[in-house]
């Protein structure tokens, strides 16, 4: 093969690499709303007191987000919700959809304020 013919081959291999690298814009934002939620669901955690604790765990299954936020969701704020929202998000930005992956981190950050 000559030096001209791989010139065009591995331009594309370098333009595909860039395309992917390119394509999940939203998967930076949707990480700093997911600490942002999980300082949020913690800090609310803490704030209602001790209550008894719930089968899981008794169990000795390890706390998750979306656990704390389904037993802690009080002061009229629900986590899961926003919970809800960064798994659209993250859904979205992995098919593509810029678009609809903003509008489920606004949704997540309206949230949280």
Do not use: Y
Request: proline share 4%; aromatic share 2%.
């Amino acid at each position: 093969m000559t030096s001209t013919a791989k010139f065009p081959i591995a331009l594309l291999i370098l333009l595909c690499a860039a395309s992917s690298a390119l394509a999940g814009t939203c998967a930076d934002e949707i990480a700093r709303t997911q600490v942002q939620l999980d300082r949020a669901i913690e800090k609310d955690a803490g704030s209602h007191g001790w209550k008894p604790e719930s089968l899981n765990a008794l169990r000795s299954h390890q706390p998750t987000p979306r656990s704390l936020a389904e037993a802690e969701s009080g002061d009229g704020v629900d986590f899961t919700v926003a919970l809800d929202s960064l798994d659209r998000a993250r859904a979205a930005d992995h098919i593509g959809d810029m678009r609809a992956c903003r509008r489920e981190l606004a949704h997540a950050r309206a949230i949280l304020r």
